[in-house]
């Protein structure tokens, strides 16, 4: 295997066994400011693939036990990675899961402002060779890695749409973050109600 593919499918094993064994935390998206409490902080945003995934193209078959729904945490959805410093492990045990192309409202501490590790699964197949090994045929995208600009003292940030433009070979060929801020916020008021604030503190690229 490609040293880059044992990378990346080391990141979604990572994702199941850590959420298996209890001491993994897939953040939630909230429908209520209440819901962020001190420590935390809403990020507002969005991923979009270019051209988005097609009915059908990413293949998941997880075999027959998949109790935590692993699948559908990864249908049309991307997989990222949060830590406290650049420099962190890849794969952490801190993890939002935004749908593609689709505005996401995500709580996480407020020190969890890097992305270390982002990816979409086109392929994660799971086959049962003998009673006591299975096989995991793993492609995924890898996403550039980011970090939130987030203050101790706010609520809700905007962090910008990361638009990535793939060829047919699902390498990016181009990563932009964009601000349509107008958009995100006239969602985030009608989510969360008129007098709601939301600051713009769009995500820069780690090096």
Not at 98 to 117: A, H, S, Y
């Amino acid at each position: 295997m490609h040293p880059v593919a044992a990378r990346l499918a080391r990141g979604c094993l990572w994702l199941a066994a850590s959420l298996m064994a209890g001491c993994g935390t897939l953040h939630p998206e909230v429908t209520s400011l209440n819901e962020i409490s001190s420590g935390t902080v809403l990020v507002v945003g969005q991923v979009e693939l270019v051209p988005p995934l097609q009915p059908g193209e990413q293949k998941l078959k997880l075999g027959t036990f998949d109790p935590l729904d692993m699948a559908g945490k990864l249908r049309d959805r991307a997989v990222l990675h949060l830590a406290n410093e650049p420099k962190a492990a890849e794969e952490t045990w801190e993890v939002i899961n935004p749908r593609l192309g689709e505005t996401f409202f995500f709580r996480i501490p407020q020190d969890k402002r890097f992305v270390v590790m982002g990816t979409i699964t086109t392929k994660r197949v799971t086959t049962k060779v003998t009673r006591r090994q299975v096989v995991e045929d793993i492609a995924e995208i890898l996403l550039p890695r980011l970090e939130f600009d987030i203050k101790s003292t706010e609520k809700a940030v905007y962090v910008g749409t990361l638009r990535l433009h793939r060829d047919e070979f699902n390498e990016v060929t181009k990563a932009e973050i964009l601000d349509q801020y107008a958009r995100a916020s006239a969602e985030f008021k009608k989510k969360f109600g008129e007098r709601a604030v939301l600051r713009k503190a769009i995500a820069k690229p780690l090096k």
